[in-house]
């Protein structure tokens, strides 16, 4: 076998073992059960019926609402940051972060929304209809 | 149902034509491939074949280009009728972001591509007429995918492509359409106006022009191999190769800068799919590169070069499946929506992996592959390193990012097995960012060692101890010279670990030990400085990665301010909120925002900052405008762009972050006005009002000064009150003019005036519309009769009877069948004897009584009915009513303790030494431009 070949397999057998390595960055997600011990991720949905806070004069680095995880538990979610666009359209939210008594504090937040691009309706500009 | 409808207005012929076009140039793209491919038997009709694969190609070229030519002009011309022009053209859109809505959508960004391909073929075609019949029937086939991608078919269920050329109303079905006059009501949705920016104008032809080169070295490649020129190809292989990756680099790039200078993350480099799969075939192509020096040299790894550009061609097939299929949407940005080609897509990489198989395959013994090894030092080897590195590279990323198409793989195979494989999952990572510098960090780390070294090994070395005592010394002091150097910059970035300390040393060792390169050896040499340039380059660009990723920090945040209601000390605070006019302190700057305007749809927010040394005293002021972006109808605000202070140490980056939420969404605004708790108060003019921390004093009532934000209508009839705020205790006062609008004789509009430093806000009451529109209860009528031209007194005016009209202006007539209706015009002159306004009362006999049609003007106070013709005399009665509405109190109704929204939230970063980054990214890319000349020069000489 020549030497080229064996750096061809070597450069597969590291590809491998790195992605192997990594596989956690591809776990699932866990739940606010885990988040009482350590830091996690927690994908949920946004309890919509609840108060979403957000009010820059008062403080812009705080920014709270209320998520039900996976198992269906529902926690209050508190983040020191402003709160991102489009928020309330989010059909997913991956927050991360850890439970600090009773709310999870998140320091990261993802949002998955249904598309960028909405459908709209046919745009008529209702002025000139009657 | 539309079926019978005839509509007026469409111009259908250029969409027919266009369509038409668009087949002709699928079957000429597929003429020219048989053509072509027939050419390269060895036959007596060779030429001819060829000949007629150049024409078809040329009339592929042709067709395309008219249909586009066809497609824009629609655009221009607004044509809504048609499905494309509707959904990214609207009434206002300007015309430099005309060539952005092009590409916007999938069928013309699918024709923007196929542009470039017949360019580049057609470009070969006079550059390398060798190589002609055997290259361009791959890149006729190519164009035969392409163009069916926007070909329209309907087969069976599916269909085949998706032409530009649909009409709105086949699209969709709305009731709208049975209106043959639809065109007149609808105006089209408009570039999303995310995408109204001038890098979406440049970016994607760059980008797609560097993709359709990538497609001519598999070409090349693949074609002369298969005409049994197995090794022959290597020299115009490398040229356009190099042409391909400069190019694409370029177009990679400035998607870079297009995502730092205008989108809100922060950053120039995301991770995104849609980036990875575009960087993916440029690091491979760039092994190619690498792999085909070695071909050219020494005559070996023929193999490698061919798969390794053949790989770049299908990376970017995949990379187009992965961004039009819809796979990635969830986590990219900038995906498009699926049309439904996912299998014609499928099909169209399946088919080229399979022709590159079949090539290797099939040829595989006939290519020379010497039997001898490489010795460890030879270039050759080292250069075969450098490709496996960035292969390496190319199947990290590739894999993670290929992620949702494994869950679909998954899924599918699951529906044919019967079981549910989801828990099979995996999700793309939540910290792309953080995920691929992991490993994408070690990639650079060799790169750095392996590019300086590299460049002072010979080709074939049989004697590497004897050339190690030449070359020893200069990589020794290189080596030498980098460690004090990294040291000192691993400080400056602030890096913690191994890996840090490795990646700015590797990168310090590439630049000096290719600078000296340059400058070794007994004769100069033109070829060294396009790689030594590229190697340099990368050098410069990881210390900019290093040092903008690293020292990256912000400045918007105030310890003082903040202390208190910081829970977690360890958050990082990265917003501060700053109020109109009042200056913040945030780190070390002074930040102040001083004005916002309107710019088209892009609300922009001057900020002053005012940079101070650790004494406190001013070193430098900037200002900078992040903007806010509303989308097309200005209901809601939809983005935020960044605003940067450029220099060349650093950049400090401003975005802002949140607006008060009745400034960013339509709706919010309503709910925070229905919350208020407005008091009503009944004044004359010139009353005062207490309220509880300041007074209100309304000054005048006005049918001429309004509210700042009102712009009038020619219909509109509006009126308005002076009211001055004051603080009775600082003194400081604020004159409003809240408005009330009657719009086109129907709509009520209220401009409610606000000031936000006292809290208030004030509109008008109801009474108010008495002055403008009084009912009439509220006017006190006299009888006046008037012959034609008659002047009478009507303290403080006069009215004469100027004359009578049978066309009837007032807009509250409605014609009727058998009306006779007579319009008499009344001038009002005041004391003066000037006229200050005219009154048309209407005067009609509709089905044998009598109407009368009052006309009112509230800004002399008189309304007029023509309630009398007597024939006889030729005398007209007329009812003209008095609004005394001065007489009585009016109603301002006034809201305290109305929430501030005079404020923005901001983010503040800077960025050290991020134009290292970018001097070091151009010097990679100019390295493959000046190979290309080196080698022209060295030709022509």
Not at chain 1, 5 to 22: E, K, N, Q
Not at chain 2, 408 to 429: A, C, E, N, W, Y
Not at chain 2, 564 to 592: G, H, R, T, V, Y
Not at chain 2, 931 to 941: G, H, I, P, Q, T
Request: net charge negative; charged share 20%.
């Amino acid at each position: 076998m020549r030497k080229i070949h064996i750096i061809g397999i070597g450069v597969l057998v590291v590809a491998m073992a790195l992605i192997f390595s990594a596989s956690k960055d591809f776990a699932s997600y866990a739940s606010f059960t885990d988040a009482q011990t350590s830091t996690v991720k927690i994908v949920g949905q946004l309890v919509k019926d609840k108060e979403i806070y957000y009010s820059p004069e008062e403080n812009p680095n705080y920014f709270s609402f209320f998520v039900e995880d996976n198992e269906g538990q529902v926690r209050k979610v508190i983040m020191h940051q402003a709160k991102p666009q489009d928020f309330e359209m989010s059909e997913q939210i991956v927050v991360t972060g850890k439970m600090v008594e009773n709310d999870f504090v998140a320091d990261d937040i993802l949002l998955k929304c249904p598309s960028k691009y909405k459908e709209e309706e046919i745009f008529i500009r209702s002025e000139n209809q009657s | 149902m539309n079926e019978n409808v005839e509509y007026v207005g469409e111009l259908l012929w250029p969409g027919e034509l266009g369509h038409y076009l668009l087949i002709t140039a699928f079957v000429a793209a597929i003429i020219s491939a048989i053509s072509y491919y027939l050419s390269t038997k060895d036959n007596d009709d060779a030429l001819s074949w060829k000949k007629m694969g150049r024409y078809s190609f040329y009339i592929h070229g042709f067709s395309v280009i008219t249909a586009m030519v066809i497609l824009f002009s629609l655009m221009l011309g607004r044509h809504y009728e048609y499905n494309y022009v509707f959904k990214h053209v609207s009434d206002d859109l300007p015309f430099k972001y005309m060539f952005s809505a092009f590409w916007e959508d999938q069928e013309g960004s699918f024709l923007l591509w196929t542009f470039w391909q017949i360019i580049v073929g057609i470009v070969f075609i006079k550059v390398s007429p060798k190589w002609e019949s055997s290259t361009m029937w791959i890149m006729a086939l190519i164009q035969v995918f392409l163009s069916s991608m926007v070909l329209g078919f309907v087969v069976g269920d599916g269909r085949i492509g998706s032409t530009p050329f649909n009409l709105l109303r086949e699209e969709n079905i709305a009731p709208i359409f049975s209106n043959p006059n639809y065109l007149e009501l609808i105006n089209g949705r408009g570039l999303n106006p995310l995408l109204q920016n001038y890098w979406m104008v440049i970016h994607p032809p760059t980008l797609f022009l560097g993709f359709a080169l990538c497609s001519l070295p598999f070409a090349i490649s693949a074609g002369a191999i298969l005409n049994n020129k197995v090794t022959e190809w290597v020299s115009v292989g490398l040229q356009w190769a190099l042409w391909a990756g400069g190019i694409l680099g370029i177009g990679i790039l400035m998607g870079g800068a297009w995502a730092y200078e205008a989108l809100s993350f922060g950053g120039y480099w995301a991770w995104d799919p849609v980036e990875n799969t575009s960087l993916v075939p440029w690091l491979l192509v760039v092994a190619g590169i690498h792999a085909n020096l070695v071909s050219r040299s020494v005559k070996r790894s023929y193999k490698l070069s061919f798969l390794m550009y053949a790989f770049t061609f299908l990376m970017v097939l995949y990379s187009t499946f992965l961004t039009r299929s819809g796979l990635t949407s969830e986590s990219s940005a900038h995906a498009f929506t699926s049309l439904g080609m996912e299998t014609q897509l499928l099909a169209f990489i399946l088919f080229f992996l399979l022709l590159a198989l079949f090539t290797y395959f099939s040829k595989r013994n006939q290519i020379p592959s010497p039997k001898e090894e490489e010795a460890f030092w030879s270039r050759e080897f080292w250069l075969y390193l450098g490709s496996f590195v960035l292969i390496l590279s190319t199947i990290l990323i590739t894999f993670t990012t290929s992620i949702p198409v494994f869950n679909k793989i998954i899924d599918f195979v699951g529906s044919i097995t019967d079981q549910d494989l989801t828990d099979l999952h995996r999700q793309t990572p939540l910290d792309p960012i953080a995920h691929y510098n992991k490993y994408q960090m070690w990639i650079a780390i060799l790169i750095g060692f392996m590019s300086g070294t590299a460049q002072y090994l010979r080709y074939k070395e049989s004697n590497f101890a004897a050339r190690w005592k030449s070359i020893g010394k200069s990589l020794g002091i290189a080596f030498l010279i980098s460690i004090p150097i990294a040291i000192i910059g691993i400080k400056w970035v602030g890096g913690i670990g191994v890996g840090y300390f490795l990646l700015i040393f590797s990168a310090t060792y590439g630049f000096f030990s290719n600078v000296s390169y340059l400058f070794t050896g007994f004769h100069y040499n033109a070829k060294r400085l396009s790689s030594v340039l590229s190697h340099i380059g990368f050098a410069i660009m990881i210390w900019g990665v290093m040092a903008s990723g690293l020292k990256k920090h912000y400045i918007s945040t105030n310890p003082f301010l903040m202390r208190e209601l910081i829970e977690d000390d360890e958050m990082a605070q990265k917003n501060i909120l700053l109020f109109d006019s009042i200056p913040m302190q945030m780190s070390n700057f002074d930040a102040l925002y001083f004005d916002s305007e309107l710019d088209r749809n892009e609300r922009k927010y001057h900020i002053k900052f005012v940079e101070k040394d650790k004494d406190g005293n001013p070193i430098d002021s900037f200002n900078l405008s992040p903007s806010a972006v509303y989308d097309n109808d200005f209901t809601n605000i939809v983005s935020f762009n960044p605003s940067t202070d450029r220099r060349l140490g650093k950049d400090i980056f401003t975005s802002i972050s949140a607006l008060p939420g009745d400034v960013m969404k339509a709706s919010q605004a309503k709910e925070m006005e229905d919350s208020l708790h407005y008091e009503q108060y009944k004044i004359f003019i010139g009353d005062t009002i207490f309220l509880r921390n300041h007074i209100a004093i309304l000054q005048d009532v006005s049918m001429s000064n309004f509210h700042k934000d009102y712009e009038a209508d020619s219909t509109d009839i509006a009126i308005s009150a002076g009211l001055v705020f004051q603080d009775p205790k600082t003194g400081t006062s604020y004159s409003g003019r809240p408005t009330k609008v009657i719009k086109e004789h129907r709509f009520i509009a209220d401009y409610p005036d606000r000031y936000n430093p006292f809290r208030v806000k004030a509109k008008l009451g109801d009474e108010f519309l008495d002055i403008l529109y009084p009912s009439d209860d509220k006017l006190e009528y006299h009888k006046v009769v008037l012959e034609n031209g008659e002047q009478i007194n009507f303290a403080p005016y006069t009215i004469t009877l100027q004359q009578l009209n049978k066309e009837i202006t007032h807009p509250e007539y409605t014609a009727e069948e058998g009306d006779i209706a007579v319009q008499a015009e009344l001038v009002i002159r005041n004391s003066n004897g000037d006229p200050v306004e005219i009154l048309e009362p209407v005067f009609i006999i509709r089905g044998n009584s009598p109407h009368y049609i009052r006309d009112y003007k509230p800004r002399v106070g008189l309304a007029a009915n023509f309630v009398h013709i007597d024939p006889a005399s030729g005398k007209m009665e007329f009812a003209i009513g008095e609004n005394h509405w001065a007489q009585n109190p009016i109603e301002i109704r006034i809201a305290e303790d109305v929430p501030r929204n005079d404020f923005i939230v901001l983010e503040a970063i800077v960025f050290p030494g991020i134009n290292l980054f970018w001097l070091g990214t151009i010097l990679m890319m100019g390295g493959f431009f000046a190979s290309l000349y080196v080698r022209k020069f060295k030709k022509s000489a």
